[in-house]
């Protein structure tokens, strides 16, 4: 069964260091998303991906935060200056157009910022 | 705004019996409900969807019901095994299939064996 692979699993940084998140989407899905959870906490929209740009995003999506598609097979969400508030569990997701029951999370990046 | 939340954090059930998950929600202008479990350290796996235009669909084990007279959807669960112990989120979807799910908060579906 096709997955949405993330990597790494678990990402330590310092406060005011930049980090990329990295995830290879389902391959013929063209719909890419970022979400996130912070523990304890539910999971919330970050933003959304199609064509080689952003189609929405949320107000924690601020500057500090930015996405990628660098190749064929990567999607990426950078967060440029980390905080501690940044710690959470981010999970990417795809889906095919009109197919949201195909929107395949991945495992998720736990990211700790100290 | 729109809001999608939960009634209960957190739901024991004995192993064997039937679980009700209860969800309200506020925006009635959403397409499509879902219900999405989550274990531990994995991300969100989608269960059962419900479109605003029915009132109960069945899947495997799984009975979604969507009351829209008091925006409430519930999922039932048959005979709760231990692999069923997990978060399960209700999410609402607005039309157009490739927008955001917007999350509720979560119950936590404990099995005791």
């Known amino acids: 069964e096709p997955e949405v692979t993330q990597t790494p699993s678990h990402q330590v940084t310092q406060m005011g260091q930049e980090v990329i998140l990295r995830c290879v989407p389902i391959?013929?899905?063209?719909?890419f998303y970022w979400y996130r959870q912070i523990l304890g906490q539910k999971v919330e929209f970050l933003v959304s991906?199609?064509?080689?740009?952003?189609?929405?995003k949320s107000e924690i999506f601020d500057d500090q935060f930015s996405v990628e598609r660098p190749d064929g097979s990567n999607f990426t969400l950078k967060i440029r200056s980390t905080k501690l508030e940044d710690s959470a569990m981010y999970f990417c997701?795809?889906?095919?157009?009109?197919?949201?029951?195909?929107?395949?999370f991945g495992s998720g990046t736990r990211l700790t910022v100290v | 705004g729109e809001s999608v939340g939960l009634h209960l954090p957190t739901l024991s059930v004995q192993e064997g019996d039937n679980s009700i998950i209860n969800c309200a929600y506020s925006?009635?202008?959403?397409?499509?409900f879902i219900w999405y479990k989550q274990e531990s350290g994995k991300g969100p796996q989608f269960i059962i969807d419900?479109?605003?235009?029915?009132d109960k669909r069945q899947g495997q084990r799984v009975t979604v019901l969507l009351n829209k007279t008091v925006k409430h959807l519930s999922l039932q669960i048959a005979a709760t095994q231990p692999g069923d112990s997990a978060v399960y989120f209700c999410?609402?979807?607005?039309?157009?299939?490739?927008?955001?799910?917007?999350f509720g908060t979560g119950t936590k579906l404990q099995v005791i064996p």
């Open positions: 999410a609402e979807l607005p039309s157009g299939g490739y927008q955001k799910v917007t």
């Open positions: 997701a795809s889906s095919q157009p009109g197919q949201y029951y195909g929107y395949t």
């Open positions: 391959s013929n899905h063209l719909y």
């Open positions: 925006n009635s202008a959403s397409d499509y």
């Open positions: 419900i479109r605003s235009n029915m």
């Open positions: 991906f199609y064509n080689n740009e952003i189609s929405e």
